[in-house]
């Protein structure tokens, strides 16, 4: 079946520490990758998506490279914030091939707290 | 900017009582999608909508969990009777189609004594 595996957490780091959040996937067939966030008290919210191998997806300064050699997915930044704390869901999305299609297959969440 | 609504956002209630949470997803969203969030573990699909045709309920407790969306339009999550390991957070997501972005809305937090 269709799988993420996230680092586990929670990660605390000061502020404009790097980050980095590992991400490695198993699936059946053709994923799509994506990163949302999900602050305190929020639902998700989608952070960044790379649809095929060696994309790379961006948004607020936060980067992570589609790798199909490795099946990994990691999300990093290089200066994190304090409103950055949240936490973090890594997922995938068959888009052709495998069962499941259309289904959002998510990780388990990596707790991020950026203190001052 | 169009978001998906979800009501309630908080629900006590008792086991054995029944639920209900309410949908409404971004206009013309075909998909909508019911996950279920434990506490410390990632979202988890429950039902999967197509219009109004029900694509995937393969994690779905059909003995107490019901979901519909007759218009293909709104959907209700019903669960009867509640049980204690129900509590988590019900999470709502739409989009245009299957293998497009999900949009999520804020979810329901579900708390059963």
């Known amino acids: 079946g269709n799988s993420v595996t996230q680092m586990e957490g929670p990660v605390t780091l000061s502020e404009e520490a790097f980050l980095t959040i590992n991400c490695t996937y198993t699936?059946?067939?053709?994923?799509?990758l994506f990163w949302y966030v999900q602050y305190p008290g929020e639902g998700l919210q989608l952070l960044l998506k790379a649809t095929k191998a060696d994309d790379k997806g961006s948004n607020k300064g936060f980067e992570a490279t589609y790798r199909k050699e490795t099946t990994s997915f990691h999300l990093e930044k290089g200066s994190v914030q304090v409103s950055d704390s949240a936490v973090y869901f890594c997922a995938l999305i068959l888009i052709a091939g495998g069962t499941s299609y259309g289904k959002l297959t998510f990780g388990q969440g990596t707790i991020l707290t950026v203190h001052p | 900017e169009a978001e998906v609504a979800q009501s309630p956002r908080y629900k006590i209630t008792e086991k054995s009582q029944a639920v209900a949470f309410w949908c409404d997803p971004i206009s013309g969203h075909a998909t909508l999608y019911w996950y279920r969030q434990i506490l410390g573990q990632g979202p988890e699909l429950l039902v999967q909508f197509q219009d109004e045709s029900v694509v995937d309920d393969s994690q779905l407790p059909k003995d107490r969990f019901s979901a519909e969306r007759l218009k293909g339009v709104d959907s209700t999550l019903k669960i009867q009777p509640a049980e204690l390991g129900d509590s988590a957070m019900y999470l709502c997501?739409?989009?245009?189609?299957?293998?497009?972005?999900?949009?999520f809305g804020p979810g329901t937090r579900l708390t059963v004594l």
């Open positions: 699936a059946t067939g053709y994923p799509s």
């Open positions: 997501a739409s989009s245009l189609g299957p293998a497009t972005n999900l949009f």
